[in-house]
């Protein structure tokens, strides 16, 4: 009887020490979670795979909902996350549409290339804020809602890819959208004053990827700028 009683306790202690760890490695995955989310400060836009070196995607999950419901922060979408960022009169600031293509790009492992109106816009070439934005990517074609703005990922050509992520592709795309018949000295004076010096010195390297009356436009502002 003794040895059975003792075999018990043996089995009991060793049923509470695993739990007990669980619990402390339950604490620490949420613990560092928000560690990294304090760090990297207000308006970064996550997604799990942020995290995955600190715990199991389960882990993760429970941990970032956890935060969602103590409003450290904010889901946007299904799997994508924000750090809410507010200014102090005009309260919540939404999240940058470049922080959501970053955190898009991240997550899926892809390449991404700001085309059409927002292309446009980023380069001064036009006012006009669309509600629809689109990226250019070398990854499958997704759709993202975020309360009113849509975020679209459209696969394309190796060659539209082959200047992601640099000015030339940015300026192409934005082009692009303008139309040839719509590119005026107007538009050409608002990319020589907007572009770096370097910028327009690069252009020329990435022209042969233009189309011809793109190019020439290329060519025509690294002469202007030297």
Not at 16 to 30: A, I, L, P, R
Request: aromatic share 6%.
């Amino acid at each position: 009887m003794p040895a059975k009683g003792l075999l018990f306790l043996k089995q009991k202690h060793a049923i509470f020490c695993f739990e007990n760890t669980m619990g402390k490695h339950k604490q620490s995955v949420d613990s560092q979670i928000a560690t990294r989310i304090l760090a990297k400060g207000k308006g970064w836009v996550f997604t799990p795979a942020e995290f995955l070196d600190l715990g199991s995607r389960t882990a993760v999950g429970l941990a970032l909902m956890r935060q969602a419901r103590a409003r450290a922060i904010r889901q946007l979408a299904r799997g994508l996350y924000e750090v809410p960022k507010s200014h102090p009169r005009l309260g919540p600031v939404p999240a940058s549409t470049e922080a959501i293509a970053q955190a898009l790009a991240g997550r899926y492992a892809i390449r991404l290339q700001p085309a059409g109106a927002y292309a446009a816009n980023m380069l001064g070439l036009s006012g006009q804020v669309p509600v629809r934005v689109v990226f250019l990517t070398d990854g499958p074609s997704r759709r993202v809602k975020i309360g009113k703005r849509e975020i679209v990922l459209k696969r394309t050509t190796p060659r539209n890819m082959a200047t992601a992520g640099r000015t030339s592709g940015l300026v192409i795309q934005a082009l692009r959208w303008l139309g040839q018949r719509h590119v005026d000295e107007k538009v050409i004076a608002k990319l020589r004053r907007n572009l770096k010096l370097e910028d327009k010195a690069a252009l020329v390297k990435d022209a042969h990827l233009a189309p011809a009356w793109i190019g020439a436009i290329f060519h025509r502002l690294a002469a202007e700028g030297k």
